[in-house]
């Protein structure tokens, strides 16, 4: 039996610099479960990209990359953030401080001016200041993320805030598209969110969802009947012990099986896909000999299906 495939993300930026850099963060992270290959605008993409997932991280990047011919590509749009040492060291500064933001071009000096002001680091009056510019602000303080060649000679205080890392919701999103989850990846996934801006976790840490999450999956585990979920695909992406027990059966549904693979006996298999929602159905299956109660219900968010759960409750 041959090795299972490792999945492929490509990851897109603006410069080389830039590709270098943070192929090296994902690898740190990722280890050896990934395999990563890269691409940045400023050299063009002349290649055919085949991939599980294409990353770009910054909105120029997809903007510029949506243009080109590889829309049939699944393209995942992360972000960045910074790590918390730099964001209270710029948080120390009294309010009403005036700096120049330095980066690679105006863009990317509004990009992140725009997190700081959102991550709550009102005290700064910021001033975008980039290469080949007309006229250079006269101001003491520059602040820049891991780009100090660009900074103007006049700055006599200089802050680098060191180059920006990858978001912990962007690193999530990749490990839940390509179905990465693991105790190892969640665990680092946690001490991660811990040295980082987290704007999409500002109310709920990502500890707190994880430990919910454990908690909810432990409470499932004790329902003395049998539920399934499935995506829109009909892949497993959860199921109890006493499912397995029902059907005896010994599976990681973790590893990708979908309802349709035979994992489970056929007879369930015809009658939960007989409408979109079955309710209540009573089936006999001869194989197991007994009865089982069949409900099979849509999980919606504004009208659109993202799931189904489906139960199993012995009659006797």
Not at 121 to 139: C, G, H, K, Q, S
Not at 160 to 186: A, P, Q, Y
Request: charged share 20%; proline share 3%.
């Amino acid at each position: 039996m041959g090795q299972i495939a490792k999945k492929k993300i490509i990851l897109i930026t603006y410069d080389r610099a830039s590709l270098d850099y943070y192929l090296n963060e994902l690898k740190n992270f990722f280890e050896n479960s990934v395999e990563f290959d890269g691409c940045c605008i400023c050299e063009g993409i002349n290649k055919r990209l085949v991939c599980d997932l294409i990353l770009t991280i910054s909105p120029i990047v997809s903007d510029i990359f949506k243009k080109s011919n590889y829309l049939d590509v699944n393209v995942l749009q992360g972000s960045r953030t910074i790590l918390l040492e730099s964001y209270d060291k710029l948080k120390s500064f009294p309010d009403g401080s005036k700096a120049m933001l330095v980066s690679t071009n105006k863009i990317f000096a509004l990009d992140l001016i725009s997190f700081l002001y959102q991550s709550g680091l009102n005290n700064f009056d910021f001033v975008p200041v980039y290469p080949d510019m007309n006229e250079i602000p006269d101001l003491d303080i520059a602040v820049t993320a891991g780009q100090l060649k660009y900074v103007p000679f006049r700055a006599k205080e200089v802050i680098d805030i060191g180059w920006r890392c990858i978001s912990t919701s962007t690193l999530l999103t990749i490990i839940t598209s390509l179905n990465l989850h693991n105790d190892i990846f969640i665990k680092k996934l946690n001490q991660y969110s811990r040295t980082v801006i987290n704007l999409d976790f500002k109310n709920t840490t990502l500890d707190k969802i994880s430990k919910l999450q454990n908690i909810l999956n432990i409470v499932i585990d004790q329902i003395d009947y049998g539920v399934i979920v499935t995506n829109i695909t009909n892949k497993v992406i959860y199921t109890n012990k006493s499912f397995l027990n029902m059907i005896n059966a010994d599976i990681n549904f973790s590893d990708g099986f979908y309802l349709e693979d035979e994992i489970i006996p056929k007879e369930l298999y015809d009658e939960i896909h007989k409408t979109q929602i079955v309710d209540n159905s009573i089936i006999f299956l001869k194989k197991l000999n007994r009865e089982l109660i069949i409900s099979r219900k849509p999980i919606e968010l504004y009208g659109e299906t993202l799931a189904h759960v489906i139960t199993f409750i012995p009659t006797c």
